[in-house]
């Protein structure tokens, strides 16, 4: 936004499931930029490793996957490089989360405002000198304080009566409400959104984008959103970066991947998007299923979904171009490519074990 | 509101009580052997006039139903009638009897927690580990191993080879431990007597052991497979995202949820411990309400049989009833 600083800068991650069938290459050679106060979208069908991004940003890729290269900057310091205690309190604190479902996020056990509070205290949010449990009664006030000003900030009505219920007295629009203010609680620089109106009514998707992005307004809280739906990142994010089986093949400006898309993925994602004030327009949805990434082609991912294809998409893996300032595209419809035969996935998987 | 639905539980336990005194009642009389027969040995040296007496004494001359309704009269106000064999009133052998056997109850329980509770969630924590493997095994043989041949070789081990831990018995013969509670631990701390306090614990080991360590391999099983499931949750995730420390995941987001089906199983197991209690009261010559039964069945002591079914019967829905109260505390979506 206004000060163009760097706050999270990725360089060629990767990250692999071990599985029976044989390791699955969940994302390879990603790379991302966040300003401070920026917006991200990260858009992709299901299974394309959008949420491995965010759970390896936050380290928290569920056994037995892991991180198997690549560098996580934040504020200039390597996530990957930090202890597990440091870890620890950059996430929540510096690093928030939200999630698709919920209903199923939040603890069912514990009263909703008790569950705001544990972020604060777990970060020692509130200054001076402590007494321990149970003698800790101011702290907890002053804690308790917070908590009903980030509830009122989110648009909880009456937070006072809201803290001490639990999350199914909560309909599914006020639960994701608390889990923003739950993320939000300790004033993080970076919140990660993994599809957060997926499972949520129509009207209320609107609402909590529209709050997301009064947050990013409000506290320069620089948010990477993660949605299957192309639209509401156009209209959400300041940068999209479009995913397809694991590797980044769009990346730019939100003006430039909407209005004029250069890969024919990101193409088709647009036309499959049915336009409101274009009654009569035909939706057309992308031909062929998803792949498996545990069986990629040699060539591009992409190809036998491809209206673009020609042979040379199909010899081996394709490189990304960098087309613009900050403009990316992996295609070979619009460039003469003289391919290296002894390239490909593998040897740049290789690369980076070294 | 609560206090209602609590009132209304203790309610609907009535008819159920009411319910176990009649099938026990008709249980005893169903099978075979008759109490004055027992009573006087097969000798036959009594004179049919003497028998007589004792039936009309004890009621045995009166139709069934009069009997059924003369027992359920009496117990509602208290009286569970007189032993046939001690002539003492069942209530006050009860009234003796069942220090003893809570003790025992109670011991088992907290052995019982105290090796499922570690076991069940260190082995979700480390699925598939050497720990996770072995001690699943152990739960397999801890239920499948039958209570009174656990109980006799741990007493062949600890007790005869090992010296280590008492036989039988509930206190060491010479421990001077005045009349009190009539619960032994509870006496020796209250008049401060260490000697009668070592003894007495010593005793609860291996027959507590014994009858918790069945009760342990299902809780430990059940701990662990809801441990396993509350720690994929999305919750989980959620708690690891606000920077909270492993054992904050494990022990406050994941247990606490993990209890709520634990508690359930639990209060199943409430039966088990009355049931097995039976079994390992004799295998360890444990004064308590268990053997005391098994010998009144044997000898048809009607009332005393009656008595102590009935009052194992009121344990059963208070402890359940307790099961409950906790269900709905650990589980804030369902109301009483
Ligand atoms: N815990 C896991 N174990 C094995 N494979 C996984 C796991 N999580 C994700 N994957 C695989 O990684 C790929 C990317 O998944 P994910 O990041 O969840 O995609 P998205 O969020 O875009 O739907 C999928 O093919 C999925 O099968
Ligand atoms: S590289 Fe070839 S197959 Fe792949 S998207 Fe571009 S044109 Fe289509
Ligand atoms: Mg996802």
């Known amino acids: 936004m206004e000060n163009k600083q760097p706050l999270l800068e990725i360089r060629d991650l990767s990250v692999v499931y071990p599985s029976k069938r044989g390791e699955v290459r969940a994302i390879d050679s990603i790379f991302l930029n966040v300003e401070k106060g920026g917006r991200l979208g990260l858009v992709g069908e299901s299974g394309c490793g959008k949420s491995t991004v965010l759970h390896a940003i936050s380290r928290l890729i569920s056994r037995p996957g892991k991180v198997t290269c690549g560098e996580i900057l934040f504020k200039r310091k390597n996530l990957l490089k930090l202890s597990s205690r440091e870890m620890r309190n950059v996430r929540g604190k510096e690093i928030s989360m939200i999630f698709q479902d919920p209903q199923t996020t939040l603890n069912p056990v514990f009263h909703v405002g008790e569950q705001i509070r544990e972020s604060l205290r777990l970060h020692n949010i509130i200054p001076g000198t402590h007494l321990p449990w149970p003698f800790d009664i101011a702290r907890k006030r002053q804690e308790k304080e917070r908590v009903l000003q980030a509830m009122r900030e989110v648009g909880i009505p009456s937070p006072m009566d809201r803290y001490a219920t639990y999350p199914h007295q909560f309909s599914g629009g006020m639960q994701q409400r608390a889990l923003i203010a739950l993320a939000l609680v300790c004033e993080p620089s970076l919140l990660l959104a993994d599809e957060p109106t997926t499972a949520l009514d129509v009207t209320i998707q609107a609402q909590i984008l529209n709050l997301m992005l009064k947050i990013n307004q409000d506290h320069h809280t620089a948010i990477i959103l993660v949605t299957h739906d192309l639209g509401v990142a156009a209209e959400f994010c300041d940068t999209i970066t479009v995913m397809y089986a694991g590797r980044i093949v769009e990346q730019g400006p939100v003006d430039d991947v909407t209005m004029n898309p250069q890969h024919p993925y990101t193409q088709g994602l647009l036309a499959c998007r049915p336009v409101i004030s274009k009654i009569d327009q035909k939706v057309q949805p992308i031909p062929g299923n998803v792949p498996d990434v545990i069986d990629l082609p040699p060539g591009c991912a992409f190809a036998p979904r491809c209206p673009q294809v020609k042979p040379a998409c199909l010899e081996g893996p394709i490189p990304i171009f960098q087309t613009g300032e900050k403009l990316f595209n992996r295609c070979l419809a619009q460039v003469s490519y003289e391919r290296d035969p002894l390239w490909s996935w593998e040897h740049i998987v290789r690369q980076c074990d070294e | ?336």
């Open chain 2, 1 to 336: 509101m609560k206090a209602i639905k609590i009132l209304e539980r203790v309610l609907v336990s009535i008819p159920i009580m009411f319910g176990v005194a009649i099938i026990v009642f008709l249980f005893m009389r169903l099978t075979p052997g008759d109490p004055v027969d027992i009573m006087m040995g097969r000798g036959g040296a009594v004179s049919a006039g003497e028998i007589e007496k004792l039936r009309s004494e004890f009621n045995l001359d009166k139709p069934l139903h009069v009997q059924l309704w003369l027992f359920l009269t009496d117990a509602v106000k208290g009286d569970l009638g007189y032993s046939y064999v001690q002539k003492t009133p069942v209530t006050d052998l009860i009234r003796e009897r069942l220090p003893a056997t809570i003790e025992l109850a109670l011991t088992a329980l907290l052995f019982a927690l105290i090796i499922s509770f570690p076991i069940g969630i260190l082995s979700a924590v480390w699925q598939n580990s050497l720990l996770d493997r072995f001690s699943m095994a152990g739960a397999f043989m801890g239920i499948s191993m039958p209570g009174f041949w656990m109980g006799i070789i741990l007493i062949l081990v600890f007790a005869v080879k090992l010296h280590w831990l008492p036989v039988q018995g509930r206190i060491d013969f010479d421990a001077q431990l005045a009349a009190g509670t009539g619960f032994f631990v509870l006496d020796s701390l209250l008049s401060g007597n260490r000697a009668a306090l070592i003894s007495s614990l010593k005793h609860l080991v291996l027959p507590g052991f014994t009858l918790g360590a069945g009760i342990a391999a299902i809780l430990a099983r059940v701990l662990r497979s809801s441990m396993l499931e509350t720690l994929r949750s999305d919750y989980v995730v959620l708690a690891r995202s606000k920077g909270s420390p492993e054992w904050n995941v494990v022990l406050k987001h994941a247990l606490r949820n993990a209890l709520i089906p634990t508690v359930t199983v639990i209060g199943l197991q409430v039966g088990v411990l009355l049931g097995g209690n039976m079994i390992i009261e004799t295998v360890f010559s444990w004064p308590g309400l268990g053997r005391m039964v098994v010998a009144a069945i044997f000898q048809r002591d009607f009332p005393l049989v009656q008595g102590s079914v009935m009052v194992y019967a009121i344990t059963f829905v208070l402890a359940n009833l307790i099961v409950d109260i906790l269900y709905t505390y650990l589980n804030p979506k369902i109301a009483l």
